[in-house]
């Protein structure tokens, strides 16, 4: 329909009917995932609003382009067009949308970090809905203060805007708005020491989220009642809710096609994930023989493997091109159905009811259905098979190795840093240290190592020379300190080769360069002068590797070397006489986090 009236507007070189049919195909390519599309729809919306001229029409298209940019993570433009949206409305008298629109700044400065602007924004904008007696603004805006003022640790206040938002919602019967200020609320509750009013409060939310079909906040309430569980030493309860939440997570995942979205899923999948491993490493530490160790290695290898996926989709590889559609379909459909039953036996369970024999059978068959389905997918295509391969789970971890080799294995989460060392033998966990004394001794590790390459503006010899003899002094107490950390714990288990999966910016470190542990055989050597030091992007890659062995073709006998690359587009390498560009850094969380872990708040350091 709206293709329609564009073409006939068109014809007609009607301007005041295109401006809006381009405003709404917009809306229309933005809800559908089109980022780009929807640019162009309201950029060129936006120039025939000011031909016309229409500011009522210019208006409504500069709050969509802040919209769209904020939907894509360039909050700085949103921002901007924002602001343009924000000025017309105060032109025009438009009160309701002033206040929309100081809300919607709010949003894009909180994304930023700025938590002092946002909070301001949004008393702005909730002073304003007040006069109005706007309540569907004023219950936003008193829901976002609530969330904001909580990290501001302004909790009394913040329970009140809460309480407050919560009381409109129910007014407006407005049940979603209702839902998500519950789970607000019972994380402040469980913050302020209210932890049973905070377990009812879940409670209630999660019923809602259920019958309302939210199932993105549903998932993230189950993680916050896994935390809560765990911090308050109830790791069994908080094991069972981090698996219903990575289930149901994973699940959301692959039936999300557009790519932001899918971003948003990773990052969810791995919260997810890393909730799991440190319930399941802190069961450990209470038994240290129930194998609860095994089954965290298994899961962070799942997470990385969930990664791998991630970003080949982003890279738009098809996994399941060459296979049948028909059969890709059924997956899926299995996939959904698989879920549907789970979901229902475990409420049946949550309530504390005997699951009915007929769901449970139906459950079994339609699982056995689906791993049969994905088996024969598998088969058809052997790049399907090689990248969607089931990760490794701990028995295949032993068999991917040989006699001489140890697996070191680290996974980070916001709480620890933990290491497995894994032979043909044993698996043995450790909790190495917690996360933020980890990543400013890599970090100065490496600025040491790099001290002689690092070029400093207007540094004279003398000074380079004092600068490299102070490094060189430091830096063999700082391998040492980070050796002890990082291969201490598993001294014992390192054998003549080691297999190395980093975590974060332990991906940076050149390990082999790191001196042999304190109680191991030439402690105190370079790893590299008794050990072969491998890195792998996981576990599951050697067996990956291994099986691709016999489709690979003969080596040519190339090198490549990539070193000194290009991170920024001031770099004094890039030739600005040319034509050639720099293409913008990457945006991926995990690509983000990475370099802020190398470079801090500054730009990433040449190699």
């Known amino acids: 329909f709206l293709e329609r009236a564009l073409v006939l507007a068109r014809e007609r070189q009607d301007i005041t009917r295109e401006a809006p049919a381009l405003n709404n195909m917009g809306l229309l390519y933005q809800s559908a995932g089109q980022s780009e599309q929807a640019l162009a729809a309201f950029h060129r919306a936006l120039e025939l609003t000011r031909a016309i001229p229409d500011r009522v029409g210019e208006m409504s298209v500069l709050g969509n382009l802040g919209g769209i940019y904020a939907y894509i993570s ?29 809300n919607n700044i709010s949003n894009s400065y909180e994304n930023q970090g700025d938590t002092a602007r946002a909070i301001d924004y949004l008393r702005q904008s909730l002073s ?12 936003r805006a008193n829901e976002n203060l609530g969330r ?28 979603n708005g209702e839902a ?3 789970a607000e609320l019972a994380g402040l509750r469980a913050l302020m020491g209210h932890q049973a009013e905070a377990w009812q409060t879940y409670a209630q939310a999660l019923a809602l989220m259920r019958q309302n079909g939210q199932r993105t906040y549903e998932a993230r309430t189950l993680r916050q009642m896994a935390q809560l569980a765990a911090d308050e030493g ?16 994973e699940q959301l995942r692959s039936n999300v096609g557009d790519r932001r979205l899918r971003t948003t899923f990773h990052a969810m999948a791995q919260s997810a994930y890393t909730t799991m491993v440190d319930i399941l490493m802190k069961q450990h530490q209470r038994d240290t023989t129930a194998g609860h160790d095994r089954t965290a290695v298994e899961v962070a290898e799942r997470a990385r493997a969930r990664g791998l996926l991630d970003a080949l989709a982003d890279a738009n590889v098809d996994l399941s091109r060459g296979i049948d559609s028909g059969l890709v379909n059924r997956e899926r459909r299995l996939a959904i159905r698989v879920d549907s039953l789970s979901r229902a036996l475990r409420e049946r369970i ?10 449970q059978q139906q459950h079994d068959l339609a699982a056995a259905e689906h791993q049969s389905v994905r088996a024969t997918m598998r088969a058809q295509h052997p790049d399907y098979a090689s990248l969607t391969a089931e990760p490794l789970d701990a028995a295949g971890m032993h068999a991917a190795l040989d006699e001489q080799t140890t697996l070191l294995v680290y996974f980070g989460t916001a709480e620890a840093l933990y290491l497995w060392a894994i032979t043909r033998e044993s698996i043995r966990g450790h909790m190495v240290a917690e996360s933020h004394t980890i990543v400013p001794s890599v970090r100065r590790y490496l600025e040491l190592v790099g001290a002689r390459s690092r070029r400093v503006p207007g540094e004279t010899a003398q000074r380079w020379r004092a600068r490299q003899q102070a490094a060189s002094r430091e830096l063999p107490a700082a391998g040492r300190q980070l050796s002890r950390l990082l291969l201490g714990p598993v001294a014992a288990s390192l054998k003549s080769r080691i297999l190395i999966v980093g975590s974060g910016v332990l991906q940076y ?23 072969e030091v491998v890195g792998l992007p996981s576990v599951s890659t050697v067996a990956v590797l291994r099986a691709l062995r016999s489709t690979r073709a003969a080596p040519v006998h190339a090198v490549a070397v990539i070193a000194d690359p290009v991170f920024a587009s001031d770099d004094r390498r890039v030739d600005r006489r040319g034509s050639a560009t720099v293409a913008a850094a990457p945006t991926t969380p995990a690509w983000m986090a ?14």
């Open 594 to 607: 990475a370099a802020r872990d190398i470079a801090g708040d500054g730009p990433l350091p040449r190699l």
């Open 74 to 102: 360039a909050d700085d433009q949103a921002i901007t067009y924002r602001q343009r949206a924000l000025a017309l409305a105060r032109q025009l008298g438009d009160r309701r949308a002033e206040a929309i629109y100081l």
């Open 148 to 175: 904001l003022l909580d990290r501001a640790s302004q909790r009394d206040t913040a329970r009140q805007h809460l309480e407050r938002a919560l009381v409109l919602w129910r007014d407006a019967g407005d049940r």
């Open 128 to 139: 304003l809905a007040e006069r109005l007696n706007e309540r569907w603004v004023q219950a």
């Open 350 to 359: 949550t309530r504390g009811e005997t699951a009915e024999p007929g769901v």
């Open 509 to 531: 470190l050149p390990f082999a360069a790191l001196p042999i542990p304190a109680g191991a055989p030439a402690a105190g050597l370079p790893l590299i002068a008794r050990h």
């Open 180 to 182: 998500s200020t519950l």
């Open 234 to 249: 109830d790791l069994a309860r908080a094991r069972t809710l981090a698996t219903d939440n990575l289930a149901l997570v």
